[in-house]
């Protein structure tokens, strides 16, 4: 193939004992190998043979420098394989990102050696099996999770799908990937909501459109609540029209039960995703919930457009769905039970909206605050 045989080369080489001969003709063999577009399989042979004892008696430089080369050839074969991931040394995490192909052989091997960044670095290659993808999920690394979540070469579904769910709770980075993937499904992002953001926590919402739920334990206390929704709704516009936000945050706190924590940061959250769950799971229409975010909202740019897409979910959005939403900031069901529930059939129909403006509560603003806060909605019946 290159000019030498390699049963007589390397018994030379033995007889003079020169390593730095055997390490100037791996070099040169792994340059030559490597240049070969098409190999015969004789060929292939023939440098398996010579290459294998070359590596063992060439310098640790050259044998680093060889491995280097080599592994940039398209024509390994899992001998070779070895021998390059064997003597690279460092530069193996190069070879195992740069290389187009790599057997899932050799793949599974270096995973079996636990190596975090080496791993990780396999979790972005395009190429990987679904026997690899189980070896690097059951390693239950932050690294791993986030490369295979931004690794849109496989399909997150199953296992896969439920693995990368329950890490997106607990990883920031990984529900960031997750949000832009078109097939993860943005619902199963619902914890970790406050840490995306704008543009994904409304891909969260949009994915309820239209989609069954399972029950959520809220549901009944919520349905007490709803005969109080014209107080409810007058009462946030008073707040937020005066930017009593730590009030909004107390009120929110009675009537959904959730952590105080987690009521100040919808309190607070001026892009209005968080506050329209709130509203829809308390049954508001379309005309009372915009009256609410328009005072909540910020008022820095022109808000029409967002406004406008507040409206279509709540013609899209079922009360059913926020509910269970916030049954999972509850921390009251199995977020993965969604997987379980297929999407409705049917063609996806618009509320249409009311034509006559609500009646307005004859109660005064603030004994409507002081009712709402009085009703016992802490724990769902």
């Not at 590596?55 to 390059?84: C, W």
């Not at 395009?126 to 070896?135: R, V």
């Amino acid at each position: 193939m290159i000019g030498f045989q390699p049963y007589e080369t390397y018994q030379l080489l033995t007889q003079t004992n020169d390593s730095k001969r055997a390490s100037s003709l791996l070099v040169a063999a792994c340059d030559a190998f490597m240049r070969r577009i098409k190999p015969l399989p004789n060929e292939i042979e023939q440098f398996e043979t010579l290459a294998t004892r070359l590596f063992q008696t060439a310098q640790d430089k050259a044998r680093h420098k060889g491995a280097a080369i080599l592994g940039r050839s398209e024509n390994l074969t899992y001998s070779l394989e070895q021998l390059v991931i064997d003597n690279i040394g460092q530069d193996l995490d190069d070879y195992i990102l740069s290389a187009k192909n790599i057997s899932q052989q050799s793949l599974n091997q270096i995973i079996d050696d636990k190596d975090i960044q080496t791993c990780a670095n396999i979790a972005k290659r395009t190429d990987l099996t679904n026997a690899t993808l189980t070896k690097l999920f059951q390693m239950n690394s932050r690294k791993i999770y986030r490369a295979l979540a931004a690794n849109t070469s496989f399909s997150a579904k199953g296992p896969f799908l439920n693995a990368l769910a329950r890490s997106a709770q607990m990883d920031h980075q990984v529900a960031f990937s997750l949000a832009k993937r078109d097939d993860f499904d943005a619902a199963l992002l619902s914890p970790a909501f406050f840490d995306l953001s704008e543009e994904d926590r409304l891909k969260v919402i949009f994915a309820f459109s239209s989609r069954k739920t399972p029950d959520a334990p809220i549901k009944k206390t919520l349905e007490q609540i709803s005969v109080a929704n014209s107080q409810l709704t007058k009462a946030l516009m008073k707040l937020f029209s005066q930017n009593r936000r730590p009030e909004v945050t107390k009120l929110l706190s009675q009537i959904t039960g959730l952590e105080d924590v987690r009521c100040g940061q919808i309190a607070h959250d001026e892009s209005g995703a968080a506050l329209f769950i709130v509203l829809r799971a308390f049954g508001c229409t379309v005309q009372d919930g915009l009256r609410v975010l328009i005072h909540a909202t910020s008022h820095d740019k022109d808000r029409s457009k967002a406004l406008a897409i507040f409206a279509k979910l709540f013609n899209e959005v079922s009360v059913d769905s926020m509910a269970f939403l916030l049954s999972v900031w509850r921390q009251e069901v199995n977020l993965l039970d969604l997987t379980k529930v297929k999407f409705s059939q049917t063609s996806r129909s618009r509320t249409k909206l009311a034509d006559t403006k609500a009646a307005s509560s004859q109660q005064p603003i603030d004994k409507a605050i002081d009712v709402l806060k009085k009703i016992p909605a802490r724990h769902a019946s």
